[in-house]
């Protein structure tokens, strides 16, 4: 890297990160403090994941990093150096990603679909985390589970209902 590249580098205070999205690896040049959520958005064109809030309130940007539900805006891009991210795009052409995603529409659990995408995968991470799958999640497990994103349309009833339909219908998925 000559000077001048070198002081573009430093101005624009980017850095190369790469990790697995979806399986792939991919690799980006992003400010490291620049959210997870903004470089799958805007540098990746990764756009299921939603932003809502900005600030960790919603669990619209919900995405699962290292198979730990986190939120997207709330994790610098760094943070994501070498590890695997799973957003909607990847998890809806998985099995069980599309468990959860029938169960939703089944139980109309999807209304607006702001929320639809964090959804889905709270309760992929619910069900997915079980150490027994042939044991149902209560409906406090759940309501815990997706306590982290906020839904305005359903009440949430129609989305318990959905881990149920896919915790039923997925048995030998999970
Ligand atoms: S947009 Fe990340 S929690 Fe709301
Ligand atoms: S379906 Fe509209 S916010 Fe959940």
Sequence with gaps: MNIKEHSISIKENK???????????????????????????????????????????????????????????MMPTAQAEGANIM??????????????????????????????PGMVLALYALLNGRSDPTQHPTEKEIRTAISGNLCRCTGYGMIIDAANIAATKGEGLW
């Excluded at 690799?27 to 960790?56: F, H, I, W, Y």
């Excluded at 309130?57 to 995405?63: K, L, R």
């Excluded at 169960?103 to 659990?109: F, S």
């Design 15 to 73: 850095m190369k990160i790469e990790f697995f999205l979806n399986n792939e690896c991919v690799s980006v040049d992003a400010n490291p403090m620049q959210s997870l959520l903004n470089t799958l958005r805007g540098n990746l064109k990764k756009t299921a994941t939603k932003e809502g809030c900005g600030e960790g309130e919603c669990g619209a940007c919900s995405v699962l990093f290292n198979g730990q539900l986190v939120n997207a805006c």
């Design 87 to 116: 957003t909607l795009e990847g998890l809806r052409q998985t099995a069980k990603g599309q468990c959860v995603i029938d169960a939703l529409l089944e139980a109309k659990g999807v209304q607006c679909g702001f929320c639809t």
